[in-house]
């Protein structure tokens, strides 16, 4: 069964840091781009950064550049999203998901394999 799994959130205060895994099952990651979303409660799911089958490109919504940093480890079958300088408004539902066709865009088009999800809370 394909699938990916999501794990690292929790509560975290204002200015503090997360890293999110990840990890694929069923299917090697090593051929495909992975994509990192967020959801937050009554808004709609939002790309926030993307990395290619290689890990030689990488790319970031305007709201966490500078902040979050995607990675993968292929030997481990699993992407991290290190997330630092963590904001109240980062508070979400994290979510990873396989790019199945075209490169790395930020953006909800053309993923599958989507996880259940990690929740992050940032708050004092």
């Known amino acids: 069964q394909l699938q990916l799994v999501e794990s690292g959130g929790g509560l975290v205060q204002p200015g503090g840091s997360l890293r999110l895994s990840c990890a694929a099952s069923?299917?090697?990651?090593?051929?495909?781009?992975i994509g990192w979303f967020r959801q937050a409660p009554g808004k709609e799911r939002e790309g926030i950064s993307c990395?290619?089958?290689?890990?030689?490109?990488?790319t970031y919504a305007g709201s966490v550049k500078g902040r979050f940093t995607i990675s993968r480890d292929n030997a481990k079958n699993t992407v991290y999203l290190q997330m630092n300088s963590l904001k109240p408004e980062d508070t979400a539902v994290y979510y990873c998901?396989?790019?199945?066709?075209?490169?790395?865009?930020?953006?909800?088009?053309?993923?599958?394999?989507w996880g259940q999800g990690t929740q992050v809370t940032v708050s004092s």
């Open positions: 998901a396989r790019k199945i066709k075209g490169p790395c865009r930020i953006g909800l088009a053309d993923f599958d394999s």
């Open positions: 069923g299917f090697s990651l090593d051929y495909y781009a």
């Open positions: 990395i290619s089958s290689s890990g030689g490109m990488t």
